[in-house]
């Protein structure tokens, strides 16, 4: 798999956190050989998301809860709005022992810039905040 040890789309790292590109995501994703835990808060998630079965709706607030439903066996993408609330999630899973973690490099926000697929729950709105929340 493509790790970064450092981010390309976003300023926000900490240490020991790896960063996979949204392409690359992508791609393992509609593979099945990853699953990605969406930790932004369920009315973000509502406005567009990643639509497959191998994505999690698990917001930060409630991570800890949510431990034992992740999956170990593979590598799991952590994703939010700009990979700030995210890098910090992926580096508590890897305190937490899971090995096989990533932030998604960027964000939902980097994920819509390389034009990759999302469904909208609600309608449609300016069209042009793409989940900023500017509507």
């Known amino acids: ?9 976003q300023s926000f790292h900490l240490e020991g956190v ?5 392409k690359d995501a992508y791609r393992y994703l509609s593979e099945g ?16 998301h990643v639509n497959t079965p191998n994505v999690l709706l698990y917001p930060m607030p409630q991570i800890m809860e949510r431990l034992q439903y992740i999956p170990d066996d593979r590598l799991v993408i952590v994703i ?5 609330r995210s890098t910090k999630v992926a580096r508590l899973l890897k ?7 990533a932030n998604l ?5 980097q994920w819509l810039k390389d034009n990759l697929p999302v469904e909208n729950i609600m309608p449609e709105a300016c069209g042009s905040c793409h989940g900023e929340g500017c509507c």
């Open 18 to 22: 790896e960063h996979i590109a949204p």
């Open 1 to 9: 798999m493509k790790l970064k040890e450092q981010p390309q789309y």
């Open 80 to 84: 939010c709005a700009k990979g700030e």
């Open 105 to 109: 490099d960027g964000g939902m926000k």
């Open 33 to 48: 050989e990853v699953i990605m835990i969406d930790v932004r808060e369920k009315d973000e998630f509502e406005v567009e």
């Open 95 to 101: 305190i937490q022992g899971f090995a096989q973690v």
